[in-house]
């Protein structure tokens, strides 16, 4: 049981930390750059205070079940990662479970685990089961079932793994997992295998990150490093900073990618200190999933300022979910909302056939059906990119709307977004056979 949860009662002194690789002892560097005393960084803390704005449904929500804790302890992210809801009896204080959620809850044990910050939960549907964001992290029976064609590691992402944590499927670019741990479990998550799991095959340690950086710098093809896990923004600050200098000193990586959660589950991580770490490592892009337009708050809005100020890119990854976000009058406000805070929409995902997803997937041909309702009836820039990772290791693979409607001699026939004919002068995309015409 969460005791300050039980309370309500702000973090205690001897309270311990959360489970997570950031503050684990096999994860002390061996020489910290930029390394501050404890006190100092207390101090810089201090001098600092997070200053996020707060919505007023999380701001309701504090005030009637953590009480006893300050805006600046709730604004303070280790804060959020100790206070996790970690357990049904923590769930069951804030949310009003349903039958087949606590029958969910009783029959877990071991794989992905339950974890959801303070913070997203003041963002879910208390008593309502089906509300988006709540389906996404509370268990329920269907999660149990496994259906033809899933599996733990749908992508094949262990056969392409060239040392511990490091995949290395695409030409020039690799997948560097840094850590098992998130501030948030997605119930659909591709790597439920791994992802806040204790022991088993999966560790990480520096001494991991070693032999990763090790092989990047043998291989001088890669260009391009994706730093993903669980999610790299849960590193704490120092070995985050040790990271990407490590990777930074390797003349062949031109550019550095973050694959996070975080600005969405725990704006308020990206504190100025976290800011100027990755400002010391350009170029770096970040990827942000983000899963419904509820989640564009406040905080996460003034997260997602301090990133794009800090001059990097930002791109959107959304996992098309059925019943979640699958339909156009979800997505394009959402996509709007992305576009006004600077983030660019990238990926539309269909889901990965992991163990115990079926009940998120939707056909494919949903995914062809958003598209097709964006595309001309918004900017291009809110039309993300809709794909398959290919089962076994295939990589991503784009699908687009069939918009050629066919031939006519010379002339490609096209089809616009309001399903109106158009020719356009092809003689090069069909061979030059007839007699007297020169080959293109």
């Keep these: ?73 709730w604004n303070d992210w280790r804060w959020q990662m100790r206070n996790r809801i970690r357990s049904q009896e923590a769930l069951s204080r804030i949310f009003e479970l349903s039958e087949e959620e606590q029958a969910a809850l009783d029959r877990h044990q071991g794989g992905l685990p339950v974890g959801i910050t303070p913070y997203y939960a003041s963002l879910m549907g208390l008593d309502d089961p089906a509300e988006p964001l709540r389906r996404t992290h509370i268990p329920v029976g269907q999660e149990y079932l496994r259906t033809p064609g899933e599996a733990d590691d749908p992508l094949g992402e262990d056969h392409d793994t060239s040392v511990p944590g490091l995949v290395h499927r695409y030409p020039d670019r690799v997948l560097f997992l840094t850590t098992s741990t998130c501030s948030t479990y997605c119930r659909y998550c591709t790597r439920s295998r791994m992802v806040g799991q204790s ?90 999933h983000v899963t419904h337009p509820s989640e564009l708050t406040p905080e996460a809005t003034e997260a997602c300022r301090r990133l794009a100020d800090a001059g990097i890119p930002l791109g959107s990854q959304t996992v098309l979910l059925k019943g979640v976000n699958d339909s156009v009058d979800i997505l394009k406000p959402m996509y709007h909302g ?30 062809l059906e958003i598209i097709e309702g964006l595309r001309g009836h918004t900017t291009g820039y809110a039309v993300p990119q809709f794909v398959i990772d290919a089962p076994g290791g295939g990589g991503k693979i784009p699908l687009q709307p069939n918009y050629v409607a066919g031939r006519d001699g010379s002339d490609l026939i096209l089809r616009n977004f309001e399903n109106s004919l158009y020719r356009y002068p092809d003689p090069c995309g069909s061979p030059c056979t007839e007699k007297g015409r020169r080959p293109c």
């Design 199 to 288: 022991g088993d095959e999966y560790q990480f340690s520096v001494r991991q990150w070693d032999r990763a950086l090790e092989y990047i710098a043998a291989h001088r093809e890669v260009r391009d490093v994706l730093l993903s896990g669980g999610d790299p923004l849960t590193i704490s600050d120092d070995k985050l900073d040790y990271l990407l200098g490590r990777l930074r000193a390797i003349p062949h990586v031109e550019f550095i990618r973050l694959g996070t959660k975080v600005p969405i589950v725990l704006p308020m991580r990206i504190s100025r200190d976290l800011v100027r770490v990755l400002k010391r490592h350009h170029p770096l892009w970040m990827s942000i």
């Design 1 to 73: 049981m969460d005791h300050t949860l039980a309370s309500g009662s702000g973090a205690q002194e001897s309270q311990e930390p959360p489970e997570t690789t950031a503050d684990r002892a096999d994860f002390q560097l061996p020489n910290p750059p930029n390394a501050r005393s404890s006190q100092g960084a207390s101090r810089t803390r201090r001098t600092y205070p997070p200053k996020f704005p707060v919505g007023e449904a999380t701001r309701a929500f504090r005030k009637v079940f953590f009480p006893a804790v300050s805006a600046v302890e």
């Design 338 to 367: 992305l576009l006004m805070r600077r983030i660019k929409p990238y990926y539309l995902y269909q889901c990965d056939p992991i163990t115990g997803s079926a009940h998120f997937r939707t056909p494919v041909s949903k995914g």
